[in-house]
């Protein structure tokens, strides 16, 4: 007989990984990418927060079926990440979490509360009472751009703005092609730990219409810290394969930062200043798709 499985939290998982041109399948009991000569490279999908299909990728229901149980996050992507198109939600999701941040949303004074902390966090400033959504979007707004404008003299690049067509890649700058799939890093293993704690990547409070608003919101609590520095420095070094380039070094600076360890604690610390009463569970709510009898989880992160 074998061992029950184990969930491992996503605080503990590799960020992400890339993969194109193969075929994603469960073979003998492996999750197992196989390639068009045959050549099989099993990938530890429960160790991961979430896998990048870029094109070329075909994905059998038997690999989806086993990312799904272990809360491995299955995200497509344009190539080099330059358009998140679909991602697959894992099982397990908390329907009072997701209560509560749509509560949250639709309160337009807990809204207020929840951006001013935002605000607070991305940039050590605190805004008067009083400002509206609308105005501290204004503000956040002309502190970007002159963070983008710092971080890329600090690199020693030009900067001009950020600026990009997605439908045709090529046709960007290096800075922007760098800055596009450095986000979309980050957007990734954002949408895995929202997904993982019972939120909706979807109800956001910042950016709102857009089924990722929620995923933005959070990841540009971490992006100046993290992927903007990254992107720049990889841009200045204008290596031959940039977008491959800036994907290593945003796996190890997510590794160095720990990064998945903070985002799922932060979340709840953004939301926590709305100051609405967190609804208590349903007792028909459903368990996790792999149940922790020894309870090592966090109160509403998924394994």
């Not at 394969?241 to 953004?270: G, H, N």
Request: proline fraction near 6%.
């Amino acid at each position: 007989m074998l061992p029950k499985l184990k969930p491992i939290t996503i605080k503990e998982r590799i960020s992400l990984l890339f993969l194109e041109k193969g075929e994603l399948d469960v073979i003998d009991g492996a999750f197992v990418l196989v390639d068009k000569n045959g050549v099989r490279t099993q990938i530890p999908v429960g160790g991961v927060a979430c896998l990048m299909l870029e094109p070329g990728i075909r994905v059998s229901h038997a690999a989806v079926t086993l990312a799904s149980r272990v809360g491995c996050l299955l995200i497509w992507i344009g190539e080099a990440g330059v358009r998140l198109y679909s991602a697959g939600q894992p099982g397990g999701a908390r329907a009072d979490r997701l209560l509560y941040q749509a509560k949250l949303a639709l309160d337009d004074e807990a809204r207020r509360k929840v951006v001013r902390k935002m605000y607070e966090m991305r940039f050590n400033e605190l805004l008067p009472e009083e400002y509206s959504v609308e105005q501290m979007r204004g503000v956040e707004g002309s502190r970007v751009r002159k963070l983008y404008e710092n971080l890329a003299q600090r690199a020693g690049i030009e900067w001009s703005g950020r600026n990009y067509d997605y439908t045709e890649w090529e046709s960007g700058d290096i800075q922007n092609r760098c800055l596009s799939s450095a986000t979309s890093c980050l957007y990734g293993v954002a949408e895995a730990a929202i997904l993982a704690a019972g939120y909706s990547p979807a109800v956001g409070f910042i950016h709102t219409g857009k089924p990722k608003s929620f995923v933005y919101d959070i990841a540009d609590l971490f992006k100046f810290e993290t992927v903007v520095p990254v992107a720049f420095s990889i841009a200045a070094r204008n290596p031959s394969d940039p977008d491959r380039a800036v994907r290593l070094a945003c796996r190890d600076i997510f590794r160095e930062t720990r990064l998945l360890k903070k985002i799922i604690p932060t979340i709840e610390e953004v939301l926590v200043a709305g100051e609405l009463q967190v609804p208590d569970p349903s007792p028909e709510s459903l368990p996790p798709a792999i149940p922790n009898e020894r309870g090592l989880n966090d109160v509403g992160h998924r394994p």
